[in-house]
């Protein structure tokens, strides 16, 4: 059973910087796992940001990066604003019998 | 711009069969190289992701659901579905079906519905 590893829970101030990142159980995290992250906000729906390690959708905000980092893919906010705070998730492509996989999530703070 | 709505029973009781539809508004569910999804969140926990049905009819399904999943689409409603057989309190979860944005499985789930929330309970 592969698991997908985030930081529970991160803390970050209004104007600050904030990396999230996303661990595999079966090792380093490449650009081969096609990383994608969304942010989930209480009670909507989960929001496509990134895909492909660092690829931005259309309506993603500048200040959302995605990069691989020693080992894990990861997201950063640069310049956190407050409505910035929500849940974020990742997603790892595996291929062969378990294809896809999200991650537990992140529960990010502006404070 | 494509809308996605999901459809079904709020309430199932155990053992029974789960069967839930996602309405497609603003495209089609037969023309262009889609893949159709369905993900589900626990209350209070995190996503997993269920399955997908290509444009094409192939499935693909989580492997710790596969035995229960069946995933299909109705071109005639343009609908695509999900089934998922012998329910416990563990199936109850907020369902959401989803859409890529296009023929590219590494963006599998672009397109999100709202979500429907399945109790599963006697």
């Known amino acids: 059973q592969t698991v997908v590893t985030q930081e529970p829970s991160l803390t970050v101030s209004p104007g600050g910087t904030v990396t999230l990142t996303c661990a595999s159980s079966t090792g380093a995290v490449t650009s081969g796992y096609y990383p994608n992250w969304f942010q989930q906000k209480p009670g909507q729906a989960p929001r496509a940001l990134i895909y492909?390690?660092?690829n931005k959708h259309s309506w993603t905000p500048a200040r959302f990066s995605g990069s691989l980092l020693g080992g894990k893919a990861a997201l950063t906010l640069s310049g956190v604003q407050p409505e910035d705070e929500a849940e974020y998730y990742c997603?790892?492509?595996?291929?062969?019998?378990?294809?896809?996989?999200f991650g537990g999530g992140t529960k990010l703070t502006v404070l | 711009q494509v809308q996605l709505q999901e459809s079904g029973p709020g309430l199932v009781k155990p053992s029974e069969t789960l069967s839930l539809t996602c309405t497609v508004s603003?495209?089609?569910?037969?023309?262009?190289?889609?893949?159709w999804s369905w993900i589900r969140q626990p209350p209070g926990k995190g996503l997993e992701w269920i399955g997908y049905?290509?444009?094409?009819?192939?499935?693909n399904y989580n492997p710790s659901l596969k035995s229960r999943v069946t995933i299909s689409v109705d071109t005639s409603k343009n609908q695509f579905s999900l089934k998922l057989s012998s329910v416990t309190a563990a199936d109850t979860a907020v369902y959401y079906c989803?859409?890529?944005?296009?023929?590219?499985?590494?963006?599998?789930?672009?397109?999100w519905g709202q979500g429907t929330l399945v109790t599963v309970s006697s």
């Open positions: 492909s390690t660092s």
């Open positions: 989803a859409r890529s944005w296009d023929s590219r499985w590494e963006l599998l789930l672009v397109y």
């Open positions: 997603l790892l492509y595996y291929g062969g019998a378990q294809p896809w996989v």
């Open positions: 603003g495209g089609s569910v037969s023309s262009g190289s889609y893949y």
């Open positions: 049905i290509y444009y094409s009819g192939s499935t």
